[in-house]
């Protein structure tokens, strides 16, 4: 027990918290539970018109005016620090207003009692909490906020979500913890999320430079592999995300998107090399809110091991994990991942916040785990980083980490779809790409329905990608000469910034 890693574990029994988004009701959110875990619903009133108030402009509330001012949004966003004023003016057109939330004075200047939406994301759940309440009284229809405790909002709580006036409550770490839960009880060696209810799947996998799709084009794929349909969707490398073209040449290192129906899943897998399996052994770096949630979430079934630096806190996550070994030490060093045990494990997580020490560690680990199993290639093995700049997650993905998630873009997609629920426009955000996969509706007359797929207005090119139409009872691949017809319903891959888009091409 000499070791630097000395291990330092306690039993102490914890009740887990299940649910973290609740509705005004107090009733779990539904949409928790989709598949993919970034399900939300476009809502039916028209962006142009809709208003909303952002209180906060930290990390979410940036993200959030950006993607709602690009979709057509009018927003509003009241910020006291001066200098995130100044670092997001140039970045959005929206109106900006610098001080309090809870200034009356700033939200009159704000003209609140015409606002649609409140999205109060500051750092101090207080300020959100009460932020709702004020918002109820100036008659704002939907308030939404991000509140970091999960002592509120839940109907056993003391104050409801009812009582607080909050229609939503999100909860950023807690949205990842749940998320890489998720992940990790797949019995698949990569991500796949069910699409299309349920009917088919996307499946992301890396490509190694002995893979089958190594320097392949993707026309040359589809005509050797006829057996069962499949597609190639995205393509994740380097820094970006590319739509592919038949002409796309797979290097290796890339992270290749697949969509498929749900029962060819077993032979994609077979034909790309992917192992099914269940993974038992998960070790996490950093013992913060995310890390010692993921803990909690799946100790009982999964042997768990976390390492924390700070040796307090270490002490501190030993009394209060039942299923976890702690060990204290630092995580970026080979020799210490060495010493926890890194070898015998089946999947890494890293949850500390620091996007380098999150990304390098990863790639550390993938490269000490594929050393020890380059004999054997026995074992898939997984490694997921949270990273903290979205700008950072294709680079992440296409590292060190087969999965990289963002707090932020985790509570602005649930935010998101709470705003538009009730339209035709379904959305799953694709972990470790600049991506969604949208189910939708082609509208009569709309464009979509006026032409071949490979006859599309070029201005769609590298940012739409049709995958599968609803046809005679099921889901097709679609093709070059495939036609959408009025009320098909369609899956399609695009850019995350271009969701208006998609609108436009298939609601005219």
């Known amino acids: 027990m000499g070791r630097k890693a000395e291990l330092r574990l306690r039993r102490h029994r914890v009740d887990i918290v299940q649910g973290v988004i609740y509705d005004q009701t107090g009733a779990q959110s539904a949409a928790f539970h989709l598949s993919g875990g970034m399900a939300y619903m476009l809502g039916k009133r028209s962006a142009t018109t809709e208003k909303i108030l952002i209180l906060g402009l930290g990390g979410v509330g940036a993200y959030l005016a950006k993607r709602l001012v690009h979709e057509g949004y ?35 200047e704000a003209n609140a009692e015409t606002v649609d939406v409140l999205i109060a994301v500051t750092n101090n759940d207080a300020v959100n909490m009460l932020a709702s309440m004020i918002a109820d009284r100036f008659g704002i229809a939907i308030k939404i906020a991000r509140v970091r405790s999960l002592d509120f909002g839940s109907k056993d709580s003391l104050l409801t979500a009812d009582d607080l006036k909050i229609d939503l409550l999100i909860h950023p770490e807690e949205l990842a913890a749940q998320e890489i839960a998720r992940l990790v009880k797949r019995t698949a060696g990569n991500e796949i999320i069910d699409i299309a209810d349920g009917q088919a799947q996307v499946m992301a996998t890396r490509v190694h430079e002995g893979s089958p799709l190594a320097h392949q084009k993707l026309k040359t794929l589809s005509r050797t592999h006829s057996s069962f349909p499949f597609r190639i969707v995205a393509i994740a490398r380097g820094i970006k995300t590319i739509l592919p073209g038949g002409d796309q040449e797979i290097l290796p290192q890339d992270q290749v998107l697949f969509m498929v129906s749900k029962e060819d899943i077993p032979k994609l897998m077979t034909l790309i090399g992917v192992k099914q ?19 909690e979430l799946i100790g009982k079934g999964v042997k768990v091991k976390i390492i924390e630096k700070d040796e307090d806190r270490a002490a501190e996550l030993c009394h209060h994990l039942e299923y976890a070994e702690v060990l204290h030490g630092d995580g970026s060093d080979a020799d210490a991942l060495d010493l926890a045990g ?20 990863c790639m550390l680990a993938k490269h000490l785990m594929n050393d020890t199993n380059d004999n054997k290639h026995t074992k898939e093995r997984k490694t997921i980083s949270m990273v903290n700049k979205e700008e950072y997650l294709v680079l992440a993905a296409t590292s060190g980490s087969d999965i990289a998630l963002n707090k932020k873009v985790l509570a602005a997609n ?47 090119y590298g940012k739409i990608l049709v995958g599968g139409v609803f046809r005679e009872g099921h889901w097709q691949i679609a093709v070059g000469k495939t036609r959408i017809l009025p009320d098909e319903r369609v899956i399609v891959f695009c850019k995350s910034m271009h969701l208006k888009d998609v609108h436009k091409l298939f609601m005219g």
Not at 81 to 100: E, K, M, N, P
Not at 277 to 295: D, E, P, Y
Not at 346 to 354: K, Q, R, S, V, Y
Request: glycine share 8%; charged share 25%; hydrophobic share 40%.
């Open 74 to 108: 009018a927003v509003t966003a009241i910020e006291p620090d001066g200098r995130l004023i100044r670092h997001i003016d140039g970045q959005v057109d929206a109106r900006l207003i610098q001080g309090s939330a809870m200034s009356i004075d700033r939200w009159r």
């Open 277 to 295: 399996q269940r993974r038992h052994r998960v070790m996490i770096l950093g013992g913060g809110l995310v890390g010692c949630r993921v803990a």
């Open 342 to 361: 890194l070898t015998d494990m089946d999947t890494f997580i890293t949850a500390t916040g620091e996007n380098e020490t999150n990304i390098m560690s």
């Open 414 to 460: 649930e935010i998101l779809k709470f705003i538009r629920r009730g339209e035709l426009l379904s959305v799953a955000h694709l972990h470790g790409f600049d991506a969604e996969v949208v189910e939708i509706l082609a509208a009569p007359n709309s464009p979509i329905t006026r032409t071949p797929l490979s006859k599309i207005d070029p201005f769609y």
